[in-house]
């Protein structure tokens, strides 16, 4: 297999990582505490709170321990004629997109990726997207139009 | 010279007949009331009358209010009964013509003109309904992109194509045959069939079911067999007739840049593929055309027909020998080379590690199963072989096998051995993925992504070498290392 690509994504991805687990992880906290009032108003059995709150405290842990690993695995080179990714966590995937095939280049933010000033790339061939998670705004900024101005070379049908 | 004009009158008659078939539940279920509740025939019988006199004259309008005029630039559309809409499609973007034709537009000497386009928008499409032949020859003639130089100017016609001696393959009535009895269809029949009979029951009246029902239960096992083996060969011959009808006359013809195919008996075809619509070559052989050493020929296409079925895969030959295949492709299609004795295996480490893990899962589960419920332990076998043999069979199937600008990929898809053929300014974007231990055991998984009709296709193998996929990648990589 080829080496990893260079370049890595902002370091500042995990914080917004661990912010979505949260919001993702209240509604968990919020079921088991529903549960928790049925089982002590209507005596539900206690299993039910039991599995839920370990269930809570897993997601709890993945929350926190996940982004990193993540953040680890994250790679990007840009080259003139393509495009080089590396994403996964126990699964590795490492991607080549030519220049020729991309159709267009997207930058997206959200309300969190906007406070932590950052921005994603999405890179749309014919068949595939590929998306390049936390980029500062200038670099993504940056990275859309020099991918536009390579990817505009002579395009072959389809 | 150019000027608009209405479709054939039957266009009206094929669109009321579409709508009358798709309101067919509708008229189902009226009479389903009309038996069941009393007082209400007459309304029933004039609720349909107006239904139908109103389709008429929708269908009527439309076709009146339907025009089309091929001009020198391409074609252009108007239609909309009260909300007027122009389409015009430039010659330029037109990539293929084709003809369809059902039973009454052969019987009239008409046919369906179907254009389509390069675009990824697909309303950009045009289908005119009914048209006489002449017609529709000589919209083809003047939308064609490329004026072949040709004496009689009649360069795109299909039978100057025979005329020609132009590489050309036919698909004989045996192998046609050999087709339908050894294509999956039979099962989705069977399983059509008996969703259908459960719908049905509920219209069936109730003596019928209970004299049918006590029927069989009187008859002896014997009886029981014989009928549904006779049930049984019902279905099959069906399943025969059914891609008979559908693939009967089958023709190839190569003509320059384009592969025109037709087909059909009751709905003739007849389809043109530029070159460069096509994304890739798929052989497939099925579990039952593994051992007949049979196979069927796709093509990957891109745009098309939005409505399109069959798995979104179009059929080059329903079904040639494997040994005819590399001369089929020579001649049909040079672009492409079919050599699967030359695809390199995948790791045995691989096969190893599948094998292990299956058998502990099996092992597992089976001691879980048999403790919890105290099943026999030799049931363990059931899962164990079908497992096996289904992890052997990839291992000997999958590999791939670079050459030139094309890559082969061959692996084991549903139930069936797949050998794609991809040209290398075809595959939008290639992937390697491995986990941790698979890269220990040095090997990974390799996805090829192309184009299919409007969406992405992905060919993947699983277990190929680390060497092997590196060399793939750089064969794909645009960027060359020094």
Known sequence: MREAPEKRIEQSAIKVWRLHGLIYLCFFIVVTGIIAYFTYAHNWSKWILISSSIVTIIIAILAIAIPAFRWRRWRYQLFEQEIYIQHGMLIIERTLVPMVRVQHVDTKQGPILKKFRLASLEISTAATTHQIPALSEEEAEQLRDQISILARVEQDDV | MFESKRLHISALFFRLFKILKESL?????AFFVY??????????????????????LYSWLSWWRFTYMVNTDGLLIEKGIFIRQKRSIAKQRIQSINFNQNILHRLLGLTELQIETAGRDMKVDAKLTSLSMTDAQAIRKLLKQFQVNDEDGNSYDYDFALERKLPKYEASYKHLFLFGSTSGGLGVLMSILFIFGLGVEEFIPEQIIDFVSSWLTAQSIITLIILSTFVLLLFWLAGVIGSVIKYGDFTVVRYEDEILITRGLWEKKQLTFPLKRIQGVVVKQNLLRLPLRFATIYL?????????KESMRTILFPLIKKKEIAIFLAEILPEYTYMPEQVARIS???????IGLASLLTLVVGLVVWYLLSLPYLLLLVFLIPSFLYIILEYQVSGCYLNGQQLTLQSWGWLSKETILLKRPRIQAMSAYAGLIQRRLGYAN?????????????????????????RVQDWYSYAKKE
């Open chain 2, 25 to 29: 539940w509708l008229f189902l279920s």
């Open chain 2, 35 to 56: 038996f069941n509740i009393d007082g209400y025939e007459q309304y029933i019988f004039i609720a349909i009358g107006v239904f139908v006199i109103i389709s008429l």
């Open chain 2, 300 to 308: 990957e296409i891109a745009g098309g027909e939005a409505d399109q």
């Open chain 2, 348 to 354: 045995r480490r691989y096969l190893y590690l599948n």
């Open chain 2, 446 to 470: 390799i996805k090829a992504s192309i184009l299919n009709n409007f969406l992405g296709r992905h060919y993947l193998v699983r277990g190929i070498k680390l060497p092997e996929i590196e």
